[in-house]
C-alpha cells in the first residue's frame, strides 16, 4: 500500500466540525427506547409525547441494504420543526469518520448533510422536533454504509501546494490514482474561486489528470482556493473519491521570460518591465527546442544530466553524463531545462550548440535562478518544433476555445 493511497481521509479538523446547527438538547442522548437510541445494528427508534401529530422522516434506513456513500443525509419534519439533528459514527468520531456537518432550514422543517459519508462506517443519526402544540418527537436511525477497498476510491493529489507562492503560468493539477471515468461528476465538484476574479476553466489531460488555468496569465498577487470536494463522489466504474482537499495559494510577480532561438538571446521581464537581455544557446540541429510556451515545472541548484535519460545511448557520439550542473530549471517532461552551461559561453548568443536545453553562463544561470519560482513564463520562439500540451505545464499552448473544450461540462 503506498504511502499516499494509505492517508486518512480527513484532517482532525473536521473530526470537530460542528453536527449541529442548534446546540443538542439533553434528551437527545437519553439511552431509553423512547429517546429514539437505536438499540443494535440496522435498527429504527421513535418517539414522541402522547397526542403529538407530526413526524419525523430521514431519508436513510437500518436495514441489510448498505447505504451508498455518495448519498446526502436529509431529514424532514411533517407538522413539526426540528430544532437538533445530530449525525455521527457509532462510538462516537474519529480522525477517518468525523462527526457530518450540517444545516437547519430557516423554518425548522428539514436538515440537509454538508458532507457525504465515510465507506464502511457504522452511523447513528439522531433527531428532535416539536410539533404546534410544544410536544416533543424524536427519531433515530442506525445504518452502515457501503464498505470500499483502496482500489474502488481514487485519491487526488493537487498543485500547488497549500500556501505556495507561483508564477503566473501555474495551472491547477489535479491528479488521480485511479482513473475516473465519469468526468462530469467529478468535475462538478472541481472549484476554483480567485481574487480577484478572473475567468477560467477546467481541461481533462487524461483519465487521471484535470488542469485548470485562466484565460490569460494569472494577474499577479492574486489570492487562489481550490476546492477538491470529490470524497464520495461517483468516479464511474465502481470508483468514488476517497477524500476532499482544499489548497490556497497566492501568484507572485509577473516573471515572463522570452527566449528567440534564432537570435540567440532570452529578454527577462518582470510585471512588464525588462530587466535583463542575456545570451543564450539552445538546440542544435537533431536536438531543437521546441517553440511555444513553457512554464518552470522545478528547480534544482544542482542536477546531474545523463544523456541516456532522454533516448542518447551511453557511447554514443552525442553521449553525456554530467555530474554537477547548476541552476537548472525544468521546463518539459522530455528533459528541456534551463541551466548554467559554461561549457559553452563561447557559442551563447551567436549559436545553438545544445541538446535541447537553453545554456547560460554561470553567473546569468545563477541570477535568474534567485528570482524564478515554480510557475513562472517562458516563451519560445525561432524554432520549427511546437511545443505540445501535455509536455510538462503546456496549458498555454492551446487556444481558449480549445482549452475549455476540454471540460467534462461543456
Known sequence: MSERRARTRRGAALAAALVLTLPLAAACDSTDAASGRPDGPGTTAAGAEPGATGRITPNVAGGARPVPVDTVVEVAAEGAVLDTVRLEPVGGPTQEAPAVAGRLTADGRAWRAEERLEPGVAY???????????????????????????????YPSVAPLDGETVGVGMP???????PVTDRASIERHLEVDARPAQPGTW???????????????WKPGTEVSVDVDVNG??????????VSRTVDFTVGDAHVYRVDAAAHHMKVFSNGELLRTIPVTTGKPGFTTRSGTKVIIEKFDVKRMNSETVGIAAGSAEAYDIDDVQWAMRLTYSGEFIHAAPWSVGSQGYANVSHGCTGLSTADAGWLYAMSRRGDVVEYVGTDRPMTLDNGYGDWNASWADYRAGSALG
Not at 463522489?233 to 476517497?242: D, E, F, R, T, V
Open 172 to 178: 491547477v493539477i489535479v491528479t488521480f490514482d485511479v
Open 203 to 217: 481541461h481533462w489531460m487524461s483519465d487521471t489528470e484535470v488542469h485548470y488555468r485562466p484565460k490569460t496569465y
Open 124 to 154: 447513528v443519526l439522531r433527531a428532535r422536533g416539536e410539533d404546534a402544540d410544544g410536544n416533543v418527537l424524536r427519531r433515530a436511525e442506525r445504518f452502515r454504509t457501503v464498505d470500499l477497498t483502496l482500489d474502488q476510491q481514487t
Open 233 to 242: 463522489i461517483p468516479a464511474g466504474g465502481g470508483i468514488y473519491g476517497q
